[in-house]
């Protein structure tokens, strides 16, 4: 555990070095969260809303959460350097190592997503709650939802690691990876209800969305934030979350065990 | 012209050898411009309008800015990509051919399974107008095809002029992202929705609202104003700007060795 544990620290210290880069995200982050907002805005003012799904500040609180959290939960991240390795063959360095392939690649993507994270949420989190008012994020309705929310947040980050790495692991078997990947991330990305928060999507399509993993990333703690799921709600979902994450990390790490039996070395 | 046309036919061609690839390529875009044009639809289903614009006209908003954008990416991707010339040095390749240098840029790069989204486009904005029912008169006829003209023009300047930066920079510019697909985002609703501050920046610094709002305004009806027919024309102003700082970028080029 202690080397994975490191490995993730490496990479973490690694990438908090990338500050530029950071400030390019920051900025994309509210330019794109105030679009969005914008928009949702003047559909609300534009009349006969009475049945909607979200009151305003729920909206304007999940859509600003979407943008902070961008770079820990969007699901199509791809890892250049592990798909390079693939692709070049260079993998097969990868597998003489003493260090077990999945545990050693979760850390790493895990440990990229964290600092992408870390350099950028609190300068948006800021900004954002300090917008005039239509326009800014509202704090958590509770201190009860709040450490739901952490704990949301936690699985979220777990799960949509454990996702990304098993497309990363599914890319190993046909060598061409561009398909399979660019259709489950479309998947997973409206799903998740990060394009359109799920609870404006029509029936049929919703309920596809509660029977995949997705929304556990997504959907459920930013709701959970704004008190649209409630507390005694919460916990179900939450369950769940955890579910999807241990049956996904089984898995890929079977899946992986597999990969690395037939893995086909490409060049020399 | 020949040279692109010829470069276009070679590049076509050996994309083809990848038969599989490409054709998974072309499914991928087709189903990520879907979600893209399932946000709008799945919003209207539960509002009728934004503030007066309803579904079709939205959809018809988009369907042009994402014609424009497509087929620039499609076949300007030399441009897009530029950095890429200039970073491995091959730049200096294209100095000393006795041809066009913007013609050569353009000749050395495509990205043909973008073009899944050019027709995505056109047959969005063939249903919207059809639904719409717009009665088209010589008028309506010229102001479609400024705005389809103006929409490809305002990306060709874009990506030119970021790319004039990479002279200075060698690297991409990052926020040509703000600009492109920032822009993209934003004028795919009326841009009259917005706070008057971002009205402000894409009426006059990047002039989206010349695409597809004023024109527009003409083609739906609501306004009989003759002159939104020839609003598109502003666009082209700033293709000036972006050629001629292209061309200073040549003059100033550096080579960066290898």
């Known amino acids: ?190 799903f998740s209800g990060s394009t359109v928060p799920l609870s404006f999507f029509p029936n049929f399509l919703k309920n596809i969305a509660y029977i995949l993993p997705f929304r556990y990333i997504v959907d459920v703690p930013f709701r959970i934030y704004s008190g649209n799921i409630s507390t005694n709600s919460a916990i179900n979902p939450l369950l769940l979350g955890v579910v999807w994450l241990i049956i996904i990390v089984i898995f890929g790490y079977i899946l992986s065990l597999k990969a690395i039996k037939k893995a086909i070395i490409q060049g020399g | 012209m020949k040279i692109y046309l010829n470069s276009l036919k070679l590049y076509f061609k050996s994309q083809l050898e990848y ?54 990416e499609t076949f300007a991707r030399g441009i897009d990509v530029f950095e890429n010339l200039i970073i491995r040095g091959e730049f200096d390749r294209l100095l000393l051919r006795p041809k066009n240098i913007l013609l050569q840029v353009l000749s050395s790069d495509y990205d043909l399974i973008k073009i899944s989204r050019v027709i995505q486009a056109i047959i969005i904005l063939i249903i919207s107008l059809i639904k719409l029912n717009i009665k088209f008169n010589i008028y309506k006829i010229i102001t479609i095809s400024l705005i389809l003209i103006s929409s490809i023009t305002i990306f060709f300047s874009i990506f030119l002029l970021m790319a004039s930066y990479c002279f200075i920079t060698v690297q991409g510019l990052e926020v040509k992202n703000l600009f492109t697909d920032g822009g993209k985002q934003i004028a795919q609703y009326p841009i009259s929705i917005y706070n008057k501050h971002f009205i402000f920046i894409f009426t006059f610094l990047i002039p989206y609202a010349f695409v597809n709002y004023y024109p527009l305004l003409y083609l739906l009806g609501k306004s009989n104003n003759k002159i939104y027919v020839l609003s598109p024309l502003i666009v082209f102003i700033y293709l000036i700007p972006s050629i001629l700082s292209f061309k200073w970028g040549i003059k100033k080029y550096t080579s960066v060795g290898s």
Not at chain 1, 94 to 103: N, S, T
Not at chain 1, 141 to 146: D, H
Not at chain 1, 167 to 174: K, L
């Open chain 1, 1 to 190: 555990m202690k080397k994975y544990l490191s490995i993730f620290k490496i990479k973490l210290m690694n990438n908090l070095q990338y500050r530029v880069a950071a400030l390019a995200g920051i900025s994309t982050q509210l330019f794109f969260g105030l679009v969005f907002i914008m928009v949702y805005l003047a559909f609300y003012q534009s009349g006969n809303n009475n049945n909607l799904p979200m009151n305003w500040k729920e909206l304007v609180s999940y859509l600003w959460l979407n943008q902070i959290f961008f770079s820990l939960i969007f699901i199509w991240q791809k890892d250049r350097e592990l798909l390079n390795m693939i692709k070049d063959g260079n993998i097969s360095y990868e597998l003489c190592r003493p260090i077990d392939f999945y545990k050693k690649w979760y850390a790493t993507m895990y440990g990229e997503r964290l600092s992408a994270l870390l350099l950028r949420f609190l300068p948006v989190t800021i900004i954002a709650l300090n917008l005039p008012s239509p326009l800014k994020l509202y704090p958590p309705i509770s201190i009860m939802s709040f450490i739901l929310f952490i704990i949301s947040m936690i699985i979220s980050s777990l799960l949509v690691t454990s996702i990304a790495l098993l497309i990363h692991i599914i890319a190993m078997f046909p060598l061409d990876e561009k398909g399979i990947m660019a259709f489950i991330m479309v998947i997973g990305d409206l």
């Open chain 2, 19 to 72: 038969k599989k690839s490409f054709i998974t390529g072309l499914l991928s875009q087709i189903l990520i411009m879907f979600t893209y044009y399932f946000i709008i639809i799945a919003l209207f289903d539960k509002f009728d309008n934004i503030k007066g614009y309803t579904k079709y006209e939205v959809l018809l908003c988009f369907a042009i800015i994402q014609f424009g954008f497509s087929i620039t």
